[in-house]
Antibody, heavy 118, light 107 residues
Framework: QVQLVQSGSELKNPGASVKVSCKAS????????IHWMRQAPGQGLEWMGW????????TYAQGFTGRFVFSLDTSVNTAYLQISSLKAEDSALYFC???????????WGQGTLVAVSS | DIQMTQSPSSLSASVGDRVTITCRAS??????LGWYQQKPGKAPKRLIY???NLQSGVPSRFSGSGSGTEFTLTISSLQPEDFATYFC?????????FGQGTKVEMK
């Protein structure tokens, strides 16, 4: 069965970096793009962008350029979200999800909590 | 960007109640909409795709309707496991945008 399993919670100091992983199983990784979403405490979901798992080409939403990087390691069917120069306002739950053939998100990871605090 | 306005933001209901949640799009999105259920600490689960198609394995008490700018998720008879947050997502254009969510709580 299709599964996306994300890495565990992270507590980071301001200015540090974090790398969140999203390991896929149960399907051919390179045939479905991976999208990333952010959910700040008590807020709705915000779409961050997506990565083409066939070409590795990332697309970032406005507000998620510069410090945010999507990457892949297709040898282990894993997508990554790296955030650098962390700020307190980056504290949130981060989700990965894959898209179906109609480009609608179908399967999601369980979320990774990133807390930024000194 | 397409704005998705979801209402209500929360509701209180009892087991057996009929529950209706609405998403309005700021411009027409055909039927490019999905509905999801989110429980704390769990991966969101897709309930409906293409505005009205029931995801395999999802109970038939869930249904979706609408096209263009107005969409509805209905739970015909609320069950204990349905107390959760529900949100819509449009995939008609980029950036993808979500409704703000509806928390369904026990009355």
């Amino acid at each position: 069965q299709v599964q996306l399993v994300q890495s565990g919670s992270e507590l980071k100091n301001p200015g540090a970096s974090v790398k969140v992983s999203c390991k896929a199983s149960g399907y051919t990784f390179t045939t479905h793009a991976i999208h990333w979403m952010r959910q700040a405490p008590g807020q709705g979901l915000e779409w961050m962008g997506w990565i083409n798992t066939n070409t590795g080409n990332p697309t970032y939403a406005q507000g998620f350029t510069g410090r945010f990087v999507f990457s892949l390691d297709t040898s282990v069917n894993t997508a990554y979200l790296q955030i650098s120069s962390l700020k307190a306002e980056d504290s949130a739950l981060y989700f990965c999800a894959r898209v179906d053939l109609q480009l609608l998100l179908d399967y999601w990871g369980q979320g990774t909590l990133v807390a930024v605090s000194s | 960007d397409i704005q998705m306005t979801q209402s209500p933001s929360s509701l209180s209901a009892s087991v057996g109640d009929r529950v209706t949640i609405t998403c309005r799009a700021s411009q027409g999105i055909r039927n490019d909409l999905g509905w999801y259920q989110q429980k704390p600490g769990k991966a969101p689960k897709r309930l409906i795709y293409g505005a009205s198609n029931l995801q395999s394995g999802v109970p038939s008490r869930f249904s979706g309707s609408g096209s263009g700018t107005e969409f509805t998720l209905t739970i015909s008879s609320l069950q204990p496991e349905d107390f959760a947050t529900y949100f819509c997502l449009q995939h008609n254009s980029y950036p993808r945008t979500f409704g703000q969510g509806t928390k369904v709580e026990m009355k």
